[in-house]
Nanobody
Framework: QLQLVESGGGLVQPGGSLRLSCKASGANVDYYAVGWFHQAPGKEREPVSCSSIFGRNINHISSVQGRFTISRANNTVNLQMNSLQPEDTGVYYC???????????????????WGQGTQVTVSS
């Protein structure tokens, strides 16, 4: 059974950077699509970035394009977040789903494995 644990959240000033990690155990996460989701205070969780199996396809929402990158290494999927803004504040979750067609965006794929989330606060 795949299990996911996020880490790397914290408090950062506007313009700063954080690197979130989603450590997988119980299976090889390279065979899973992985998505990162953001839940701002008082709002619904929404997708931010995703990586298809083996990182072949990467997608980001427009508001983070050029600021966030997603990568895989050592059964971990990382989200590098640069130029952070106050609106990036919230809980970040990673999720994974076994997949074979190169999909990762949640509109096309239902994620059933979730981590517990990590808090990111962007404030001066």
């Amino acid at each position: 059974q795949l299990q996911l644990v996020e880490s790397g959240g914290g408090l950062v000033q506007p313009g700063g950077s954080l690197r979130l990690s989603c450590k997988a155990s119980g299976a090889n996460v390279d065979y899973y699509a992985v998505g990162w989701f953001h839940q701002a205070p008082g709002k619904e969780r929404e997708p931010v970035s995703c990586s298809s199996i083996f990182g072949r396809n990467i997608n980001h929402i427009s508001s983070v394009q050029g600021r966030f990158t997603i990568s895989r290494a050592n059964n971990t999927v990382n989200l590098q977040m640069n130029s952070l803004q106050p609106e990036d504040t919230g809980v970040y979750y990673c999720a994974a789903e076994r997949e074979q067609y190169g999909r990762c965006w949640p509109m096309n794929l239902k994620y059933t494995h979730w981590g517990q989330g990590t808090q990111v606060t962007v404030s001066s």
